[in-house]
């Protein structure tokens, strides 16, 4: 790998820097997470929406095949059928069928990469997945969703979990200073792991984007995110058609 680089907010991507480029969006709390657990369960493809009335319009016109998931504020937004917790999305609710969904951060980060070549979706669930699927790659730039336009610990973490990883295979690449802050914070939280055994999902709980989750009694939520390589999956954004299925 020849350049690895971290955005730790899409309003921090410079305009064009990721036109024609292998990109990676995190949303760990908890929109990445959450359509990695949706593909897993069998949802067909998942339909990413701006817009809260372009996701209604998008339902209506797939008819029954389609169900609405997403959330504004972290919270179900009323008349869809799931919100935004993992949990919700299991073979029985979601098997099958075409997910369209909208959330307040992920959505958004998605659509800073639409002119790369390539949009893969990570989470800490699906870590090593994503990883070993990058291991040829030698250009990639890694946006992270924040929260509310706000810079969150989960994503810089996971964000230098895979940083590292594609670090140690080959060819040291150059890193910019985001990614490089990204690496020490993920190092530095494996050394205190190791140290005293502080597990990530307590390490998650003080983060922006968690208290959001705790104050609204989805505390849960935090845990089941944590949850290291549960699922063997790759999502991928299908740039052209505009909607999210599995690279495996």
């Known amino acids: 790998m020849k350049s690895l680089n971290v955005h730790f907010l899409p309003e921090l991507v410079d305009e ?22 949706a593909l897993a369960a ?14 209604r319009d998008r339902r209506s016109r797939l008819g029954n095949e389609a169900v ?14 799931f919100g935004n917790s993992p949990t919700e999305y299991t073979t029985a609710t979601v098997g099958g069928k075409t997910l369209v969904f909208t959330t307040t951060n992920g959505t958004r980060a998605m659509k800073t ?3 790369a ?9 699906n870590l090593c997945a994503v990883c070993d699927h990058l291991a040829a790659e030698e250009a990639i730039e890694i946006v992270c969703a924040g929260t509310n336009r706000q810079i969150t610990r989960e994503d810089v973490l996971l964000a230098g979990a895979i940083a590292e ?16 802050i990204a690496i020490e ?10 140290e005293n ?38 999502p991928e954004l299908d740039l052209a058609r505009w909607r999210i299925t599995l690279v495996k």
């Open 42 to 55: 069998g949802a067909t493809c998942v339909i990413p929406c701006l817009e809260v009335d372009e996701a």
């Open 16 to 37: 064009g820097q990721l036109t024609n480029k292998v990109v990676v969006v995190i949303d760990v709390l908890r929109a990445t997470t959450t359509i990695a657990h």
């Open 185 to 194: 914070s993920w190092t530095r939280f494996t050394r205190e792991l190791a």
């Open 68 to 81: 609405l998931g997403g959330e504004r504020g972290g919270n179900r937004i009323e008349g869809f059928d």
């Open 117 to 125: 070549s390539r949009v893969l979706l990570a989470a800490f669930v």
């Open 197 to 234: 055994k502080v597990p990530l999902h307590e390490s998650l709980r003080n983060s922006f984007g968690a208290r959001n989750l705790i104050e609204i009694g989805l505390e849960r939520d935090i845990e089941i995110a944590a949850q290291l390589d549960k699922l063997e999956v790759v």
């Open 113 to 115: 990469a639409e002119k």
């Open 165 to 180: 990883q594609l670090s140690r295979t080959g060819q040291q690449p150059t890193l910019n200073d985001q990614a490089t």
